[in-house]
């Protein structure tokens, strides 16, 4: 059963508990995808019905940031398993996988981030594999999915911002041989060190937007979407069309 937050429906699972289910999937035999949507991108699935589908159709669906968290409460179905931020929920299962040498490929991001994200991840997670890197400015999508597959991974990183990294794993989930992939933003740059994530005081106030936009003032703009994701979540709870799904 999921939470649905204005039409996406979100598991309602701890970090551990995805991470578990992320290793399961990763042992098995069947292809997934998880998605870590935050208020920006379940705003931006209101208006784009491919997106929205891609989003439920994921085997994990992850509450990334706080405002949805706050949203499933204001409607009146909590998420009591708190936000997963995608950022962390990679941390734990590269810590999980580095225990038998399990291989990860990292797609998304400029020329160059992929490859430097990678040194960093097998340096900080020895026994990580780090099968492969490749940008996320591709234009050949079989060549960059054959170049997947040759590597073998158990874990695809697809890293190329919503909602493009979303529709790719959807159109992609039965051409890739990993059992699993994730779409993690800018997640990349970070692991990179190109970009710096927010002080644990912001993110243990919720408050990683906030630094995000302090920093990067570009990122405004794509946050006015946040007051308009709350007053639908308000509008949604007056017309009592929460719910779960
Ligand atoms: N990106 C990409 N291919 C594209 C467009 C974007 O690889 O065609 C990358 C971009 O370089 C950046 C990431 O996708 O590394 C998006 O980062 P952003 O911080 O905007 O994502 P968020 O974490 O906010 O979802």
Not at 7 to 20: K, R, Y
Not at 116 to 135: F, Q, S, T, Y
Not at 160 to 181: F, H, S, T
Not at 218 to 228: G, I
Request: hydrophobic share 50%; charged share 20%; net charge positive.
């Amino acid at each position: 059963m999921r939470i649905d937050v204005l039409g996406v429906g979100f598991d309602d699972i701890s970090i551990e508990q995805a991470t578990l289910r992320a290793l399961e999937i990763m042992g098995g035999e069947e292809r997934a995808y998880a998605v870590t949507p935050n208020p920006e991108i379940v705003w931006q699935s209101c208006k784009n019905t491919a997106l929205r589908d891609a989003l439920n159709s994921a085997e994990l669906v992850l509450p990334d940031g706080i405002g949805i968290v706050l949203g499933a409460k204001i409607l009146g179905t909590p998420l009591l398993g708190g936000r997963v931020p995608g950022i962390d929920f990679a941390t734990a299962l590269f810590e999980k996988m580095a225990e038998s040498n399990g291989k990860v490929f990292l797609l998304g991001a400029k020329p160059g981030v992929a490859v430097k994200a990678g040194a960093n991840l097998a340096k900080k997670h020895p026994g990580l594999i780090v099968c492969g890197a490749a940008d996320g400015y591709f234009t050949d999508g079989a060549a960059i999915v054959s170049k997947i597959n040759a590597a073998k991974p158990d874990l695809l990183l697809a890293c190329l911002g919503a909602p493009k990294q979303e529709l790719w794993m959807a159109e992609n989930r039965d051409n890739l041989g990993a059992p699993l992939c994730a779409g993690l933003g800018g997640s990349l740059d970070i692991f990179a060190e190109n970009v710096k994530r927010a002080p644990v005081f912001f993110q243990r106030l919720g408050l990683e937007w906030l630094y995000r936009i302090l920093k990067e003032p570009w990122r405004l703009k794509r946050s006015l979407s946040l007051p308009l994701f709350v007053f639908a979540v308000i509008f949604m709870r007056l017309k009592g069309k929460a719910g779960r799904m």
